[in-house]
């Protein structure tokens, strides 16, 4: 494996972290969405990711795949329900439907993905000085 391989794999980790913090920022942003143009309260977005496939040329050279976001799909909990009867969106029995998002655990899963980020910023910085140090061994 050579060095620009190791770079292009975290390049793909963080592309795909990128993703995940900004599907995991939405989902904060619109903790307290009660009403979406779909219709209901806003819906929790969730990322999935997958090994990355790799050009048939290079599966056979090397056995290095990177990641990928496959799919972002919206939960399908049923929505919280608040008693909130002053509210514009409250039903006639007064409760509010909204939506079903965790607040702890899209903080534990923004650290996460901003630990991975970080990690994979480390390798790619690694992988950089590698590279200038071989070059001014070759001098």
């Given at each position: 494996m050579d060095i620009f391989t190791s770079m292009d794999i975290s390049a793909s980790a963080l592309?795909?972290?990128?993703?995940?913090?900004?599907?995991i920022s939405s989902n904060l942003a619109?903790?307290?969405?009660?009403?979406t143009p779909e219709g209901g309260p806003y819906k929790k977005k969730s990322v999935y990711f997958q090994t990355k496939a790799m050009p048939f040329n290079e599966q056979l050279?090397?056995?290095i795949q990177g990641v990928e976001v496959?799919?972002?799909m919206e939960d399908t909990a049923d929505p919280r329900k608040?008693?909130?009867p002053s509210h514009p969106d409250a039903a006639e029995d007064g409760y509010v439907e909204m939506p079903n998002i965790s607040v702890i655990k899209e903080m534990v899963d923004m650290m996460s993905?901003?630990?991975s980020y970080e990690a994979n910023t480390t390798v790619i910085k690694s992988a950089k000085?590698?590279?200038l140090k071989a070059l001014e061994i070759g001098r």
């Open positions: 592309k795909a972290q990128r993703i995940r913090l900004n599907t619109n903790v307290e969405t009660t009403s050279e090397e056995s496959t799919k972002i608040i008693y909130d993905a901003t630990r000085r590698m590279a």
